[in-house]
C-alpha cells in the first residue's frame, strides 16, 4: 500500500489553505484538550487558497544530480541526507554520494553475505561529526556502522522488530515500533537503547489493545541537530519532540473519520475507506511539520503546517480541487526527506520529460538525467 500512496502523492503537487485551532503548547502526559489541533478532514472538503511555497523559505536550492555512468545511475529517490558539502541519496539498497553542487563522488554497496554486508537497507542515518554512517537491516535484525569512506566498523544487534530508527548525537539509538504481532511481543512506541542496542527507556507507549495500524512507515527524523521528531499513530495522532532527556507532545491530528472500536481491536485493514485512515510520510523542521492522511486512496490529503503561526496547508491529490493558476506558476515537489531544518523534494527525469511544464523549468534534464533535489532551507 505505502508504494501505491507514494506513487499517487509523486504524480501531484496540489497544496491548498485551511484553517487551523491554536492551543496551549502540551508536555508529556498532557490532556489531548491540552493540544494544537491540526485539522485534516477526509470525507468533508475544504479547499481554499494554494500558497506560494518559495516565499515560506529563505531560500530553494535546486541541485542537478550528475550522471556520470552506469555506477552513478540512480532509479529511485527514496531518502536524501545533506550535511556540509555532502549529499546522500538511498535508492533501494545502495547509497550515492555527490557534493554540495550535485556531482557524483562515489557509490556506496555493501550488499551481500559476510562480515560487513547487509542484505537490505530499510533506513540510514550518519553522524557526521563522528565521521559514521548507519544502516538498518531488517533481515538480519541489526545496524550496520561504517565510516564515511564505507570502511566498516561495527554491528549492532537489534532485539526487537524495528521499522524506523535515529542516531543521537552521543551514539545513543531511538528505535521506534508501530505494530501488534501475534506470537513473540515485540517492544512497541519509541523507545532509547545505547550505542550497544541494549534497551534503556521507554519514550512513547501506544494502546497495547489498540491493533490497527496499516502502513509500516517511518515515523522518526531529525528536525534539527538536538531535536528529534516523532509521529504517532492513529490511537493517540500526536506528534512528539525528543531532547537528550525529554519528551514534549506539540500537537496532534484531528480527522473526521472515527475508527470503530471493532476495527481499533483489529490488525485488519483496508476493508472501508469510510471508516478508517492511516498518516505517513511524516517530515518535520524546526518551523514546519509534514505528513501524508488518507482513507487509503479514496481521499489522500499532504498536510503542510507553518509551527510559527499554526496555520495549515493542505493538498488533495484525487479530489481535484485545487487552484490551477496557482499551480501554474509553482509546482511543489513531492517532498522526500527532511534532516536539520532542510526539507528535500526532487523531480526524476520521467516527471520532468513527460510534462510541458516541467521541461520548460529544467530544460537539460533528459531521459538518461538522475533526478532533480530541490532543497527548501528555512528563514
Not at 501505491?4 to 503548547?25: A, D, E, G, T, W
Not at 489531548?32 to 491540526?38: G, Q, R, S
Not at 548525537?169 to 517492544?187: A, E, K, M, Q
Amino acid at each position: 500500500m505505502l508504494s501505491n500512496v507514494k506513487k499517487v502523492m509523486r504524480l501531484s503537487s496540489f497544496l491548498i489553505v485551511l484553517f487551523l485551532l491554536p492551543c496551549c503548547m502540551g508536555k508529556q502526559k498532557v490532556c489531548d484538550t491540552c493540544l494544537h489541533e491540526i485539522s485534516a478532514p477526509l470525507l468533508h472538503d475544504d479547499p481554499t487558497e494554494y500558497p506560494i511555497m518559495s516565499s515560506m523559505f529563505e531560500r530553494v536550492d535546486t541541485v542537478y544530480l550528475e550522471n556520470a555512468g552506469v555506477e552513478s545511475i540512480i532509479t529511485s529517490v527514496d531518502e536524501v541526507v545533506s550535511f556540509g558539502d555532502t549529499i546522500i541519496v538511498r535508492s533501494s539498497n545502495s547509497l550515492f554520494f555527490f557534493n554540495g553542487k550535485g556531482k557524483f563522488l562515489y557509490r556506496f554497496d555493501r550488499q551481500g553475505k559476510g562480515t560487513g554486508n547487509y542484505r537490505i537497507i530499510e533506513r540510514f542515518d550518519v553522524l557526521p561529526e563522528r565521521d559514521e554512517l548507519f544502516i538498518m537491516d531488517g533481515h538480519n535484525n541489526r545496524i550496520f556502522v561504517y565510516g564515511l569512506d564505507g570502511s566498516y566498523k561495527r554491528s549492532v544487534i537489534i532485539d526487537d522488530f524495528v521499522t524506523d530508527f535515529a542516531v543521537m548525537s552521543n551514539g545513543d539509538f531511538l528505535f521506534s515500533n508501530p505494530i501488534v504481532y501475534s506470537g513473540r511481543p515485540y517492544r512497541r512506541g519509541l523507545w532509547r537503547t545505547g550505542p550497544d542496542g541494549r534497551f534503556k527507556q521507554q519514550l512513547v507507549e501506544f494502546d497495547p489493545e489498540f491493533a490497527h495500524v496499516s502502513i509500516n512507515n517511518p515515523y522518526i527524523n531529525h528536525i534539527s541537530k538536538d531535536v528529534i521528531g516523532f509521529m504517532g499513530i492513529e490511537d493517540n495522532d500526536k506528534f512528539y519532540h525528543y531532547t537528550a532527556d525529554t519528551v514534549s507532545v506539540t500537537c496532534r491530528m484531528v480527522t473526521d473519520i472515527v475508527i470503530p472500536d471493532e476495527l481499533k481491536r483489529s490488525d485488519k485493514v483496508f476493508t472501508n475507506p469510510e471508516r478508517e485512515y492511516t498518516k505517513c510520510g511524516y517530515l518535520e523542521t524546526p518551523r514546519f511539520l509534514y505528513f501524508v492522511n488518507t482513507n487509503y486512496g479514496a481521499n489522500l490529503m499532504m498536510v503542510f503546517v507553518d509551527k510559527s503561526t499554526w496555520t495549515t496547508y493542505r493538498m488533495y491529490v484525487l479530489t481535484g480541487e485545487f487552484n490551477n493558476d496557482k499551480m501554474t506558476r509553482e509546482p511543489f515537489p513531492f517532498l522526500v526527506s527532511s534532516y536539520n531544518g532542510t526539507f528535500v523534494g526532487f523531480y526524476d527525469s520521467g516527471m520532468i520529460t513527460e510534462n510541458e511544464r516541467f521541461k520548460s523549468l529544467f530544460p537539460t534534464i533528459t531521459a538518461e538525467s538522475n533526478p532533480v533535489l530541490l532543497f527548501f532551507r528555512e528563514k
